[in-house]
């Protein structure tokens, strides 16, 4: 079958178009439409026998790939075929790079931790400088970090720590613990380790003399100190109750003058009005009746209740004589 356009091309191309087509229906596609690419591969070699026959089969399998009208004319592309050809390439490289990722998974959680220190960071610098920022938060760090350890000595899993500006850090127990002494034994861990933080400010600061450092190790004893506090989720609430739930009470108590000096004095942090509320729920639940399994949670050896008093009241004792000892009086300044 011939094209009526045969008598209008040159001798060679028609060469071209029978050597390169079976039937009219590719010729009428090669003559039409790859007459431009035979003739401009042409051009650089006079010599038909020449043509690297790899070049025609991927140019006939580029063609082979496009459609036509009946005239033997191209289709064009609708504009959603458009974006789709101009966003595949970025899906294929978007899913390359998640099952990538999916390989060092592992390594997220590590990734969100140091991502919520550095915005925390950058919270702190902006009101009390980059240098004390990055101190404070890595006395959190480590605060945080005596949980992490106490958990893991425990046997339970649990989150790496999660950084929030001006609130702290935390982290999440994936399981709840089995009884009252281990729920105590992972809440000290986190202000015995944090104290131990502030004592070396304190001595960072007697081989430097930088003022920095006593303020930090100030910091660190009054944190830490405050955590102890006998309320709802704060460290000091999980750790009394291995010593008698009740103590909630006295800690509730506590919080409340402390919260009324702030408001007398003009320096009201609304996150003590938050740990009020939030202290609620486990204060009530000393008023109801509790369950066999309630009643097997709190019960815990007579030698491990004076082991956890020891511990707690005789931290909250060292961490007293601390922010004594670095306190700077205004006079000083």
């Known amino acids: 079958m011939q094209c009526d356009c045969y008598s209008q091309r040159p001798f060679f191309q028609v060469i071209f178009a029978r050597h390169l087509c079976q039937d009219g229906v590719a010729w009428q596609r090669w003559d039409v439409q790859t007459y431009s690419v035979i003739w401009e591969f042409y051009s650089f070699d006079r010599k038909a026998l020449a043509i690297n026959p ?50 060092f998974k592992f390594l997220l959680p590590f990734l969100k931790t140091g991502a919520t220190m550095l915005i925390s960071i950058w919270a702190y610098a902006l009101a009390w400088g980059w240098r004390f920022a990055v101190g404070f938060v890595l006395l959190i760090f480590v605060h945080e970090c005596g949980h992490l350890i106490a958990a893991k000595w425990c046997n339970l899993k649990v989150t790496t720590p999660a950084f929030i500006p001006f609130v702290g850090a935390l982290i999440t127990l994936k399981e709840q613990p089995q009884n009252a002494w281990i729920e105590a034994v992972v809440g000290i861990g986190g202000p015995i380790l944090g104290s ?12 430097t003399g930088n003022p920095l450092f006593l303020a930090l190790a100030y910091t660190g004893f009054f944190l830490n100190l405050f955590n102890l506090m006998p309320v709802g989720f704060l460290d000091g609430g999980r750790v009394v109750t291995a010593l008698s739930p009740w103590l909630w009470i006295v800690g509730f108590i506590i919080l409340v003058g402390y919260t009324v000096s702030q408001i007398y004095t003009g320096h009201l942090n609304f996150l003590l009005v938050i740990l009020i509320v939030l202290s609620l729920p486990r204060l009530f639940s000393l008023f109801r009746h509790r369950t066999e399994a309630e009643q097997r949670y709190y019960e815990v050896a007579p030698a491990r209740r ?16 601390g922010m004594e000892f670095t306190h700077i009086s205004q006079d000083a300044l």
């Open 306 to 321: 004076v082991i956890m008093a020891v511990m707690y009241f005789g931290l909250i004792a060292l961490l007293v004589l």
């Open 54 to 103: 790899m070049s025609v089969d991927q140019n006939q399998h580029e063609y082979a790939q496009r459609e036509y009208a009946p005239d033997g004319r191209p289709i064009e592309p609708t504009l959603g075929q458009k974006i789709k050809k101009l966003f595949a390439p970025i899906g294929v490289a978007l899913l390359v790079c998640l099952k990538f990722l999916a390989k």
């Open 196 to 207: 131990v933080g502030a004592a070396v400010c304190v001595g960072i600061y007697y081989v």
